[in-house]
Structures are given as C-alpha cells and as structure tokens.
C-alpha cells in the first residue's frame, strides 16, 4: 500500500510546521502547567519544578477553595455581574441598535452622529467615577453593570446586522397587526440568532472577567468579584483573600492560586465551544452587510 502526498515538503515548510508547533506549545504550555500543579497534591509539590503531569492526583485545593467563604462570596458576586450585566448588556444593545434602523425614527441622523462621536472620543476615567458616586453606585456591583452595559463599537456591529435583514418580514408582520415591539421580540430577534449568541459570549466574557473596574468602584472585600480576589491571590499573596487560617501551613498556596484561576477560567471554557459556532457567523454578517 502506498500514500501519495499532493504537495512536497521542502525546508521551508518544515520550519514553519516546526515554528507553529513551538508557538503553539509556548502558548499553551503554561496553561497545562498551572493545571497539573492545581491537581498535585500536596504531599507531593515541588516548588518551581516545572511538571506536565500531576506527580499525585488531588483535589485538595479545589474542595478547599470551595469551602472557604471568601472565595464563594466572589464567586457568586461575580456570577451575578455576570447574568445580570449580560442580559441588561444585551437588552440595551439590541433595542437601541433596532431604534436607530428605523427610518422614520425621529432623531435618528442625531443618535447615529452620536455614537460615531463616542466612539471617536472618551470622557475618561475621573467624569465615570464622578457620575457614579453622584448616583451613589459606589461600592455596588451596578457601578460595574452600567459601566459595561454597553459601547458604541457594539451598537454600530448590531446595527449593521439588523439591517441586512429583509424588510418585507417587518412590512409583512405589520399588515398582520404587529406593533414595532412585538416586531422586534417575534420576528427580528429569532432572526439574529448568530449576533445575539455572539453578544451574549461577549459581553459574558466582558463581565466575567471583569477586574479594573471592579477595582475601581469596589472596595470594599465583600463585593469583591472572583477576578479581583484572584488578583490578591497571586500578585499580593494575601492568604486572608481566600480566607485561609489553619489549612495555610497544610496546602501550599502556588496550589490553591493555581487551583482559583484554573476556576475562574472554567465557566467561559464550558460556554465558548457551544456559542462559538454562532459566534463566527454572527460577527462576519454584523461586519459585512450594512
């Protein structure tokens, strides 16, 4: 039996197959890295010994970071950012995406001369904090929510999909009675499938990994969101930011930092490969038709 290769190799070709390989152990070395220390146990661990494979399963750090009130009470600060931050996100994007689709919205050339000048300059960082603490939002996760609820390069992207879908349906949907609500939530919704899965990725990313702005409207450690703690975990090497106290000596905390950014990590690493289909195609059509 014999296999024929349709194109032949030459030394170029190796290099570059040995270069994506070496690339691509560079970028995902360092994740298996932080993975198999996080399973190790600890009657086993070595610091700084560079390992691939746990020398002795455990799952030790996870049960304890688990158990620690600290951690949880990020973890659940951060997945209610998360939910409710995504669908207000996507409530906002999309309704005031289709507003300024309409032709015969009045104000339409004003709001769209709007968001291309927000797009173009910023008010920074002191006027955000300034509007906030006149909202008296300090210090609460909706600071976090209504910061990031939305932007004018989302709008724009949004846009420029609902456009290209056709109009006859909206036209077709009015005859039959249809006001411009139940339009947008029957007939132009289930129509953007691709671009709101690809929205809902993103702005659940966005928010899950939230940390500068949490940083700054959230001082207080009880609200602190999951990337935040993790933050003090690893850069500050606060053991009380986990809520360690005995187990300290016991675990030891390369461990326990490895073992909460591989949680951290965990639920956009569930989420991604079922949206990342719609993703593609969402984005593509958002970028080209309009």
Known sequence: MSFRIGKKFTLLDVIIYASLILLSF???????????????????????????VPKKFSLASYM??????SFMKALENSAFITIVGTLIALAITFSFAYGICKQDMPGRKLFNT??????????????????MKNLKLINSHWAIIFALATSAWNV???RSFLKSLPVELEEAAMMDGYNDIQIFFRIILPLAKPCLASFLLIFAVQYWNVYFTSMLYISDP?????????????????????????DEKRLPQETIRYAAVMLSMFPILVVYPFLQRYFVSGMTLGAVKG
């Open 222 to 246: 009880n609200k602190w969101t999951l990337q935040v703690l993790v933050k003090s975990l690893i850069v500050d090497a606060s053991s009380d930011a986990a809520g360690m106290a005995g």
């Open 26 to 52: 560079i970028c995902v070395g360092p994740f298996i890295y932080v993975l198999s220390v996080s399973f190790t146990s600890p009657d086993v661990y070595v610091p700084y010994q560079f390992y691939l």
């Open 156 to 158: 724009v992207v949004v």
């Open 64 to 69: 304890y970071l688990l158990n620690a009130d």
């Open 114 to 131: 709007l968001i291309i000048i927000t797009m173009l300059f910023s008010a920074g960082i002191i006027p955000d904090y300034m509007l």
